[in-house]
């Protein structure tokens, strides 16, 4: 019983020291908390009276300057890479049978590479190199002949491959001497060599009224070639749409109207004007001989040059005739170069032995490219030929041909013509006047 009395004691105690712990903890609980937020409440309002004392002594102070920030430089533009592309264009690669024989090697053979030796220094440094091959390569196995039924060898055009002429003339007043079968082979020739633009004939009629195109440094140059007609006054069915033609003709009778466009030419010019960046037409026209260019050279010059021609140059007199700017109505302007002349021939007459390279200008700069008067115009040339037997020596530039080689011409004895260094010198300025270049200025260009 002691024992359980014991026990009973130490209970009670322990029950009344929890309750009067509980008391104690839940007093200083509330005491705690409301001290606790009244020092909450006292701390934020010291808090706001301090901030404002900072703000205060801070507009008071001084104002502190903010960095400044650095300006991104602008980035130098890069200025356009300004640059020129120069064209050479030579005229009639006239090959008469005694041209034809001095290329004949005495192991039988054929080489014609001495044609192009005297302009080689040209050759080398023009960006459009074009030559007009007057006479068909109409295949070695029909033999060779002179006027009036041309077909000069294949190794003529191997001549002008080796040379670096990148561009072919064929349309011409002989491109049918050797009927429709030898303009097929000479297309077909041309077709073997795809370094060089042939124009103005086609084996193949569907191509008949492309567009052939020329890019030089990302500039794109349209290569028109057109012919007058086919030595014929009717044209043979045959013949449609293997030769471009220049002057129109009678779609009912084939008869040939030399004296009115063909409508083509000028649906050609158009769209080549919406395909390349320069448009150039390569007529074979004007009357033979004849050193001025005839009405209706100057009127379809007109007609091509308000259909957006840019550069005209013209083959076929046998002669140089003038060079000149054409401006149309529409405010369209086109350089012409009515005839160049031969290139190489054995012809009669002292005024053909003279001849002119044309050269041209184009520079590029961001406004896009046009023909400077700057280095743009005409070198004269000299064909120079022997007699007994009849052979080509060279072709000389005007400025370097001598009087003793003028006294030593072939065509003294073999045409009975007198021809003197003066006669060329007064032809050439009578007719070219300020369009002449020296060897210099083409070949060293000021800076």
Known sequence: MKTIKKVLLILAAITLLSAVGCWLFVHISGNSTATSTLSQEDMSEENENS??????????????????????????????????????????????????????????????????????????????????????????????????YFNSPTEVGDAIVAAGFNVVLQASNHSADQDVDGLIYCAEFWDKHPEVIMTGIHADTSKAGDIPLLTIDDITFAILNYTYGPNMEILPEALEGHLELLCNYNPDTNHMDFTTLNPQ????????????????????????????????????????????????????PHVVQPVEWITAENGNRALCYYSLGNYVSTQKDGISMLEAMAWVTFHVDENGVSITETNTGVLPLVCHYTSGPVRIENIYLLENYTESQAASHGIRSYGGVNLTLEDLNTWSRDILGDRILTCKEVLTPAP
């Open 265 to 316: 030419v000028l649906t050609d010019i158009e769209r080549a004007g919406e395909l390349a960046d320069i448009v150039i037409v390569f007529p074979h026209w004007g009357t033979e001989y004849v050193t001025e260019p005839s009405g209706y050279q100057e009127t379809f010059a007109l007609q091509m040059t308000e259909a957006g021609a840019d550069l005209i140059i013209g083959t076929h």
């Open 51 to 148: 901030l404002g004392e900072q703000e205060a002594e801070v507009s008071l102070s001084a104002p502190t300057a903010e960095p400044v920030p650095t300006p991104t430089p602008k980035p130098t533009p890069t200025p356009f890479p300004e640059y020129d592309i120069t064209l050479m264009a030579v005229g009639d690669n006239l090959m008469h049978m005694g041209v034809v024989y001095t290329g004949r090697q005495e192991d039988g053979s054929w080489n014609y590479d001495f044609l192009f030796e005297g302009i080689s220094d040209f050759l080398d440094i023009a960006d459009i190199k074009v030559v007009n091959q007057e006479t068909i390569l109409g295949g070695n196995e029909r033999g060779f002949s002179g006027y009036p």
